[in-house]
């Protein structure tokens, strides 16, 4: 790793991207897998990460320009195989490693992501080792074992997808409305707040009764226009 880090600073000033691929599989569980194969786990698939970071992150922090590191877990870093137990832990911890270093490499803007893929044809289905069982089992050895854990992924999307269809059929959880509706407010009066203004209570003595006009009061009232209309007329 050095030499390799030192050839490419020669030519470049820093990298832009660094990737970490490095792995190996030992397909096995717990009591099977050898002190040899947790050595050889560990060096691989977690102090290969720290080994290509401590190369080159350095050089990126320097030039103060941000820059990206992609770290390759699998998908056995977030659902365990027991038939892989020494891989699906060190996966694990490939993945925890990836999180601590972008929550502290955030401060120089330098993004770190975790890729964790599935069953992919590579070399790593015939350099891996199998033990126990199912390697006396299936004479194919890590090709079964890789096989059993897409069907193990497969399962658990599986069983994912049927619990919260459980879930959301599940009379507990009543349906949303398709359309929910809003109660409005009435709009507030413009005079809402202000006293209200006081009636006038008149006296009992300003009150005047007026009653109507008699029979007699009528006939003079009509002569006494009659007398006006005959008046106006001759002028």
């Known amino acids: 790793m050095d030499e390799f880090a030192d050839a490419v600073h020669a030519r470049f000033d820093t990298v832009d991207l660094l990737i970490n691929n490095a792995g190996i599989g030992v397909g096995a569980g717990f009591f099977d897998t050898t002190r040899e194969d947790w050595d050889r786990l560990i060096a691989v698939n977690i102090m290969g ?36 137990f020494g891989y699906s832990v060190t996966k694990f911890a490939a993945f925890g490693f990836s999180e601590a270093l972008r929550m502290e490499m955030r401060r120089h803007k ?22 126990g069982a199912r390697a006396a089992e299936r004479p194919s050895g890590s090709r079964a074992c890789m096989s059993g854990a897409a069907t193990h992924q497969r399962k658990s999307r599986s ?24 109660s409005r407010a009435s709009p507030r009066p413009w005079h809402a707040g202000f006293p209200p203004a006081p ?37």
Not at 110 to 125: A, H, Q, S, Y
């Open 49 to 84: 990460l720290v080994h290509g970071c401590e190369r080159f992150i350095p050089r990126m922090i320097e030039r103060g320009t941000g820059g990206q590191v992609a770290n390759v877990s699998s998908g056995c870093g977030y659902s365990a195989l027991p038939y892989m």
């Open 110 to 131: 330098i993004g770190v992501t975790t890729i964790c893929p599935g069953l992919i044809n590579t070399p790593i289905l015939r350099t891996s080792v199998t033990r």
């Open 199 to 235: 009636q006038p209570s008149w006296p009992s003595s300003t009150m005047t009764h007026i009653a109507p006009p008699s029979p007699a009061r009528r006939a003079a009232s009509a002569t006494h226009a009659g007398d006006t209309a005959s008046t106006m007329s001759a002028c």
């Open 159 to 182: 069983t994912s997808c049927a619990r919260w269809a459980a879930t959301a059929r599940s009379p507990r959880s009543p349906p949303k409305p398709t359309s929910p509706t809003r």
